[in-house]
Nanobody, 123 residues
Framework: VQLQASGGGLVQAGGSLRLSCAAS????????MGWFRQAPGKEREFVAA????????TYADSVKGRFTISRDNARNAVHLQMNSLKPEDTAIYYC?????????????????WGQGTLVTVSS
């Protein structure tokens, strides 16, 4: 499966953005999906994940209550709605697919990665 993230941009603190991850080559319904981010000079970190049927989600503590992950299997896409953005949310955001039946926050457990999309939050 090939993944392509989009929707990043420049937003003021307190604002919102909606990221999308479009899949091709295979349907996203075959995978648990995750979002990760990497800020300059930092390790790539987990943001959120969603089970293949959309029934379960998990979030990093730093985004809980502000970000929402969702999926649209009919359109072969996964989304990340980001509200109440903070400057510390500034990073390149990546979507990833896990072919195993688990809901993981570990980046090494994801098999496929898309190109990232840059989110910049100004103070």
């Amino acid at each position: 499966v090939q993944l392509q993230a989009s929707g990043g941009g420049l937003v003021q603190a307190g604002g919102s953005l909606r990221l999308s991850c479009a899949a091709s080559g295979r349907t996203v319904s075959s995978y648990n999906m995750g979002w990760f981010r990497q800020a300059p000079g930092k390790e790539r970190e987990f943001v959120a994940a969603i089970a293949r049927n959309g029934g379960s989600t998990t979030y990093a503590d730093s985004v809980k209550g502000r970000f929402t992950i969702s999926r649209d299997n009919a359109r072969n896409a996964v989304h990340l709605q980001m509200n109440s953005l903070k400057p510390e949310d500034t990073a390149i955001y990546y979507c990833a697919a896990d072919k195993w039946d688990r809901l993981s926050s570990r980046r090494y457990e994801y098999d496929y990665w898309g190109q990232g999309t840059l989110v910049t939050v100004s103070s």
